[in-house]
């Protein structure tokens, strides 16, 4: 079963490296050994000038003797780039450049004085010809590690200080530019100003703000934490937590347990590490992906040759995610390559170094080839590819050293020359002096493009690509760039991802996350937490009426007024315009009801109109009914201006209309109360009271009443009249469109006088509802008198208790209530003997009943 599972996974890998297309992958050999010799260590080299030529035998020499080191790399590279400047005819014509390898690949500090045999002679040289051989000056290239590099400074400061050149390649570190301790070192590497730009960058990208971070207990260390919380403090992203490393052994393994439980406790996914790669740091790092801790470790390329024996996950992010220096392809080393010993130096020789990345094109041939491959569990069919292999960035630093040397002594040959030195006889110490001068000028364009400059304070803008690393079996590495950082580009523009390179290698775009609280998600707010870093923080639902259309913010928006927040409260929504409509169901009855009763009343004021002669219209003064009818008419059509869209003008027609029409009808009622309190109350009248009966004086009250109305609705006018309003508190989500009173005085004054006159109404009919006569209608003024009373008492509370168009609804029904009582307990009974009983409806019939109540009365 496990022999079904293993041969599955290989067989899998060709297809996923298959779909690679854009950029190209990266594979890589590693042997995969757990031991200490594992780390990368110093190396020293002597590069010297003569004026001799040199073969390529003599590369195939220092080499063939070198197959064993770590650092056979670096000798590549040197011989490489030395090669390439002696078969330059526009650089050091007439001289060669020749380096020396200490065996083994490093030196230490009692053998360092042994390789500086320099001679003291001084020899007649003809002017501007050189004919034979003389060491010029010896540059010592130093790295990549901080130690080596600080061990061999110091000693030529102290032995031979300004005698001879060091120059160091792989990372830079501060400590090194202190002219005082190092006065003749010069450093290829650029400052890393943005790498941690670059790294938060990659933070903020993948959504990842709670990180750990594990650097050297050095100066290189505490810069670079101090540059990364700069950065941190920018875009809120926080430590997990911080570990220290010492830099002695011994201290660090005192306390190598708490360093791995600091990263196996913490809630985080993503660990940066930065330091040195052979110091203990990377001693833990082996540690901890030894003992299978699933992290996203972030650092930088020269981390990439420390991998661990433990195979990453397929469709799984985890791995490691390393920036390198942006550099041009160098594709001339390949053909350098293979002019060396063909035996000693095979393609498959090449790949199982650690640090050489193979460049290849996937295609479908290639994918059969690994596939085949794979299925074999076999090297041997590297003798049969062709490769394109890469620089490091510790080997682009040699390739950039040797031709900036190269460059420097090139022009102070030729400021030698144009000078016309008197004394060509320099010694050796002046020959470093200058050169050590020129070397800090000097500034060019390498053979593939990339912009070199010497001069530290002129920086130059940086560029990382971004590669993720993953581990297989058998020591396979698969390398794959995934993205790039250019510094010289706007902010928020500088970070380019190629997402479809994750989607390919993992078969997914699903990041893991690294975060120390999950997102307050649209709706809510975040608020922190006490004593706890800005990313962690709890959520809370954003208060009524405010919103969040965004993750983790601290306050919510409220919404405008004419718009509220969804139930999800992620975003605001237009209110929906809303009045009395004729088109809902409400307003059509509304219209209706309206319609009807004036159509009823107008068809009453003609049945009065027809019989205006019978003795039940006359009796009731027909001229009084025929103006109750008529303003009853209007008092019915009057809703009709409180339904449909408000304006300005229909907002104060609605209350004017309504205050004089009511007012007309009911003064009018009262005038009908006058009439008969005087035609049957006054049984003896004198003189005036026969006046003011004969003359109608009781039909001026009509005119009166009216008129202190119209004064009321005047000043209302004037001083605070209604006008269209928005009501966007009554419903939710609605805006409602309704016509503002102005002055509420106004309006309760406009009622409060309709009330009276009602009033009064109800108090003279009541006076005269028990006078004898078939034609009396003072009962059925004070019973309409009590109903209009009744309605419009009920209505204040009612109209208080309501918002919205439901008060517009409760004062039209009221309108229509109480013109309908006033029609129906006026006008109804009247009708009713007209049409149904006739025979009341006659003189005769009035005498008879009268002569039988008098008889009655006698007896």
């Not at 022999?3 to 297309?21: C, D, G, H, K, Q």
Request: glycine share 4%; aromatic share 12%.
């Amino acid at each position: 079963m496990f022999a079904l599972i293993f041969l599955f996974f290989f067989l899998n890998i060709p297809f996923l490296v298959s779909r690679f297309t854009q950029p190209r992958c990266f594979w890589r050999m590693n042997e995969n050994k757990d031991k200490d010799e594992d780390l990368v260590t110093g190396c020293v080299f002597f590069l010297i000038t003569e004026q001799r030529p040199v073969e390529i035998d003599y590369f195939n020499h220092i080499l063939n003797t070198q197959t064993t080191t770590k650092n056979f790399q670096f000798l590549l590279a040197l011989a490489f780039s030395m090669d390439e400047v002696n078969r330059n005819p526009d650089l050091l014509p007439n001289s060669s450049f020749v380096f020396e390898c200490p065996e083994g690949g490093c030196t230490t500090g009692t053998k360092m004085y042994s390789h500086f045999h320099f001679s003291e002679e001084v020899h007649d040289l003809t002017p501007n010809y050189m004919c034979h051989e003389q060491t010029i000056c010896v540059v010592v290239l130093t790295g990549p590690n901080l130690a080596t590099s600080v061990m061999v400074g110091t000693i030529l400061n102290l032995i031979i200080p300004q005698q001879v050149l060091q120059v160091t390649y792989g990372p830079f570190h501060s400590i090194l530019s202190n002219r005082e301790q190092f006065p003749s070192l010069h450093q290829m590497a650029a400052k890393d100003t943005s790498l941690a730009l670059a790294i938060i960058s990659l933070m903020l990208y993948f959504n990842w703000n709670w990180i750990g971070l594990v650097i050297s207990d050095n100066d290189q260390g505490t810069q670079f934490l101090t540059q990364l919380r700069g950065e941190m403090e920018k875009m809120t992203v926080c430590f997990a937590f911080v570990s220290v490393v010492p830099v002695k052994m011994h201290l660090f393994l005192a306390r190598v347990e708490v360093y791995y439980n600091q990263i196996v406790t913490s809630s985080t996914n993503v660990v940066v590490i930065h330091g040195d790669p052979d110091s203990t740091l990377a001693v833990g790092f082996k540690r901890w992906e030894s003992l299978g801790l699933q992290r996203i470790w972030v650092t930088t390329s020269q981390w990439d040759g420390t991998t661990s024996k433990n195979d990453f996950q397929l469709n799984s992010f985890n791995g490691k995610i390393t920036f390198a220096h942006h550099h041009a392809e160098i594709s001339n080393f390949k053909t350098f390559v293979q002019t060396l010993n063909p035996v000693n130096y095979t393609n498959e020789f090449l790949a199982r170094l650690e640090w050489m990345n193979l460049n290849c094109k996937v295609s479908a041939s290639m994918c059969k080839t690994l596939k085949n491959c794979l299925s074999n569990a076999s090297l041997q069919w590297l003798k049969l590819q062709t490769f394109d292999m890469a620089f490091s960035d510790e080997s682009h630093d040699i390739y950039n050293a040797v031709y900036a040397v190269a460059h420097a002594l090139h022009e102070m040959f030729l400021e030698q020359v144009y000078n016309q030195p008197t004394d060509n006889g320099k010694n050796y110490y002046s020959h470093c002096l200058e050169l050590h001068s020129f070397l800090r000028k000097t500034r060019f364009t390498n053979p593939v493009g990339d912009r070199v400059i010497m001069n530290l304070k002129e920086n130059l803008q940086e560029e990382y690509g971004i590669f993720q690393i993953w581990n297989f079996p058998y020591g396979l590495g698969l390398k794959v760039k995934i993205g790039e950082f250019s510094s010289y580009f706007p902010s928020g523009q500088q970070l380019y991802i190629y997402e479809d390179m994750i989607e390919q290698a993992t078969g997914s775009r699903q990041i893991p996350s690294s975060v120390c609280s999950a997102d307050c998600g649209p709706g809510f707010r975040k608020f922190l937490q006490e004593g706890m870093p800005a990313c962690c923080f709890n959520c809370s639902p954003c208060p009524q009426n405010e919103v969040s259309n965004e993750t983790n913010v601290d306050k919510c928006v409220r919404c405008p007024e004419d718009q509220y927040a969804s139930r999800e409260q992620n975003q605001c929504i237009q209110k929906a315009l809303v009045f009395l409509n004729y088109k809902d169901t409400l307003g059509m009855v509304l219209t209706l009801m309206a319609l009807f009763f004036s159509a009823f009343t107008t068809a009453v004021l003609g049945l009065f109109v027809k019989h205006h002669d019978t003795p039940i219209v006359k009796a009731n003064n027909k001229n009084l009914s025929y103006i109750l009818l008529i303003s009853l008419i209007f008092c019915f059509l009057c809703p009709l201006l409180f339904i449909g869209h408000p304006n300005s003008a229909t907002c104060v027609l609605q209350q004017i209309t309504f205050g004089v029409v009511f007012t007309v009808a009911v003064s009018t009622v009262l005038a009908k109360t006058v009439t008969v309190l005087l035609a049957f109350k006054v049984t003896v009248p004198g003189r005036r009271m026969r006046y003011f009966l004969v003359s109608g004086v009781p039909n001026y009250i009509i005119a009166i009443c009216t008129l202190i109305q119209i004064i009321i609705c005047t000043i209302w006018l004037q001083f605070s009249p209604p006008f269209i309003d928005k009501d966007v508190q009554s419903e939710h989500g609605q805006i409602i469109i309704v016509c503002n009173k102005g002055s509420v005085t106004a309006f309760y004054c406009v009622l409060g006088y309709h009330g009276s006159l009602a009033f009064g109404s109800f108090i003279v009919a009541f006076l005269a509802r028990n006078l004898p006569d078939t034609f009396n209608e003072a009962k059925l003024l004070t019973f309409s008198m009590l109903l209009f009373c009744s309605v419009w008492i009920t209505f204040l509370p009612v109209y208080h208790s309501t918002k919205g168009k439901i008060m517009v609804v409760v004062e039209v029904l009221s309108i229509l209530a109480s013109s309908a009582g006033l029609l129906g307990c006026i006008f109804i009974p009247k009708c009713y003997i007209i049409l149904l009983r006739p025979e009341r409806n006659s003189l005769q019939k009035f005498r008879r009943k009268h002569l039988a109540e008098h008889t009655f009365h006698k007896l």
